[in-house]
Nanobody, 125 residues
């Protein structure tokens, strides 16, 4: 398992942008698929996006495709989620998670074995 720390959440108006970060002190962070999930009050945790170890392959939920971009900086041990055209329904706590598997990226939260504590994103209408 790896330690993950999210940051960058906040309050933004609808239509605005926000960039959240997931950083890890682990020297083997680059061996993990990193995913972003979110959970709104009273709702189940849902997949948002994920990126492969190399950063070459990405996967997005349909609800955020063409609005959100996931990327990773190996030198900084950081994965980013840039969120554009934000909507009130994007309001949630955003969590990053790590999956030590190799191969196809999964969107199943049960496949991710390390989780951060989350960062709150609130989009006002």
């Amino acid at each position: 398992q790896v330690q993950l720390v999210e940051s960058g959440g906040g309050l933004v108006q609808a239509g605005g942008s926000l960039k959240v970060s997931c950083v890890s002190p682990s020297r083997i962070f680059s061996e993990y698929i990193i995913g972003w999930f979110r959970q709104a009050p009273g709702k189940e945790r849902e997949f948002v996006a994920a990126i492969s170890q190399s950063g070459t392959n990405t996967l997005y939920a349909d609800s955020v495709k063409d609005r959100f971009t996931i990327s990773r900086d190996k030198d900084k041990n950081t994965v980013y989620l840039k969120m554009n055209s934000l909507k009130p329904e994007d309001t949630a706590t955003y969590y990053c998670a790590a999956d030590h598997a190799w191969g196809q990226i999964d969107n199943d939260p049960d496949e991710f074995d390390s989780w951060g504590r989350g960062t709150q994103v609130t989009v006002s209408s």
